[in-house]
């Protein structure tokens, strides 16, 4: 029977370890003894260790906080509070605390204790999640308490609270299994995704089965998250580091400018050549682009004998809080995990409320009539984890999109419930159920103008901005990477005048679309601070190349001077030092907000405030 005293042991010694390896290469070892011992317990011993009382599919809960396991540390130590909270304080940690105050109290082992069995404390941990009452509880967990030697209860109470402190992640667990077992890493890593068993993957991983892993409903998968991007130029420009759009630009370049030699793709390489070589422009993508709503990410499971399970970005199951919403997904035919966001939604306009209103139902339990009928929820689908009996995640977006897609055609309609819960049975009738499934719009962009457009068309609808996701993606969960990017408010402006023009590539080729701007410098000269070619209509700059062309001061063929008379709004990611412009400043993905006719050119900002923006950057570039 494998011991709790050999896992507290091992924890002990990992604490103190730094080296990844080294602590690899122990968990495996210990892992390899306890299977040798043959009593099924390695898988048990892995789950302890990853800090898990149950297993992630398991919905069981200890029960057990912060507060009632004080009070037995207390007990079980004869410790005064003023003693618990001074040990407390040394150590910032229940389990570590208790150690201290156990040390020399004759606990258990002292008495002849035989020590506590894996087993034991699973029993235990069963007995505590099903106890009837808080009494009961407590004295489950106070028993095993009592016989634990103080490295035990150490590691027992960490345990309990979720958290052992040890260095050791999921991940090294896992890795330590496969090493331990013979096993592939990913092979692991799939099963426990699939099943949130880690235990189970042990026993998978030894008996050579972890293939006939099945994925289980109802147990959270990681969310995909976004990284941040300050403007369409800087979306298109980290899309475009990969492979094949480097090869996409190099094809748009040979096209539109035979003759120069360029290298597109080592300028992808190098980011500030990059800004040189192949304006963003130029830079073909495929991706799709969706409002960025705020609301509350959730995976909705459903479709199993009517059960439905709400997880929120944090893995907790959140059901309990929107009723309606699990009334609706009740109805679901067909096993399926959905990926989305819970809104607060103005029925009659159609659109989302603000979070803040939504944000008086996170957390609720219990959900009146009056709440469902002042904030109607919706949950905004815009990916599809799991249908068909498959998981979907490794399918690119645009194959999943298409399944979404078919799948809410298949089921909206399904998917309402009344806008309070008595007005399904006694008011029936009255206000007709409300459709609860929404497919969130998506928009194929090609370019840093759709995206631009899109955004401004996300922001009128009254959403935070937009998030893009790279069409080949596969879903991965729990990654913040590149292939999906979020895109949001802008920073500080200023207001600037322009004081020359070039013209644009591609269809804007005829047209003097790219324009140097100033500020004016402490004489009242004009400097210039950058160089902007995006954010305007084509009216817009067809009008702009016309009064160009009227008010030129010097032409020098691709290139010329104007007179300093339009004012620009410029938006843009932040400030460097630089020696390209005469301000000795540059700005960096500048985009033009919008003409200013309002403001007179007297009042455009100066380099003092161009100055302190930079001055006030938490990282300033080029310094
Ligand atoms: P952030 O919280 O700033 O990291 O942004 C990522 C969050 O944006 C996600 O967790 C979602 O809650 C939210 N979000 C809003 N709209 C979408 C969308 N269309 N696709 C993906 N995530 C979205």
Redesign the pocket.
Known sequence: MAQFSQLATLAEELAGTASRLKKRAAISAALAQVQQQGTGEAGLFAQYLAGLPFAEADSRKLNAGGAMLSGLVKEVSGATDAELSAAYRRHGDLGAAAAELLQGTGNNRAQGSAGIGLREVEEAFAASATAKSTAARRQVLRDLLRKAAPLEAKYLLKLMLGDMRIGVKQALVEEAIAEAAGAAVPAVRNAVMLEADLAGAVARAFAGTLHEARMRLFHPLG?M??S?VESPEEAVERFASTKEAAEAADVALEEKEPKREADPSAALRDDNQKDESVPPELLHIEALV????????AQVHCGVEGRVAIYS?NREEITESYPELVEAFDNVPEPLILDG?ILGWDLAAQRALPFAVLGTRIGRKKVTDVMRAQVPVVFMA?DLMFAAGELKLDLPLRSRRNQLEAVAERISGITRSPIEKSAGSLFAGEDPPVERLIL?PSFVVESADDIDRVYREARERGNEGV?L?AMDSTYQPGRRGLL?M?LKRELATLDVVVTGCEFGHGKRAGLLSDYTFAVRGPGGELLNVGKAYSGLTDVEIGELTQWMKDHTLEDFGHFRTVEPLTVFEVAFNNIMRSERHASGFALRFPRIVRIRTDKPVEEIDTLERVEAIYQSQPDKAGA
């Open positions: 969310f998250l976004a941040p969706e409002d960025k709503y705020d609301g509350m990410r970005r966001e815009f969130s998030m996701k999906w979020k």
